[in-house]
Nanobody
Framework: VQLQASGGGLVQAGGSLRLSCKAS????????LGWYRQPPGKERALVAR????????????DYADSVKGRFTISRDNAKNMWYLQMNRLKPEDTAVYYC????????????????WGKGTQVTVSS
């Protein structure tokens, strides 16, 4: 399984970016999906997470306090993709953003393995 993140770039404060992550390979089911970020000189931390939901309930989401109301995570299971819509960006959002996924590969009783993408740089200028 491989994860490929895209959509990073340079944007002015107040602007928007949309990150995408695509999972490829032998995938039975995408479970929880997430985005993390690592600012320069700091540790990697959770930005947003979405669980798999059910047939009648969409995936529940969770956000870091610093991005609540500005960022939105979503998923498209049919495409094995998930997204992070980032609005009203601030210079402190500058970081390398990593997509993360818990993926079951062997069948319904496979509770999943953690995978990481290589990261995409987001730079917000003031």
């Amino acid at each position: 399984v491989q994860l490929q993140a895209s959509g990073g770039g340079l944007v002015q404060a107040g602007g928007s970016l949309r990150l995408s992550c695509k999972a490829s390979g032998s995938i039975f089911r995408l479970n929880a999906l997430g985005w993390y970020r690592q600012p320069p000189g700091k540790e990697r931390a959770l930005v947003a997470r979405i669980d798999s939901g059910t047939m009648i309930r969409p995936g529940s989401t969770d956000y870091a306090d610093s991005v609540k109301g500005r960022f939105t995570i979503s998923r498209d299971n049919a495409k094995n993709m998930w997204y992070l819509q980032m609005n009203r960006l601030k210079p402190e959002d500058t970081a390398v953003y990593y997509c993360n996924a818990d993926i079951s590969t062997s069948g319904p009783y496979d509770y999943g393995t953690d995978y990481w993408g290589k990261g995409t740089q987001v730079t917000v200028s003031s």
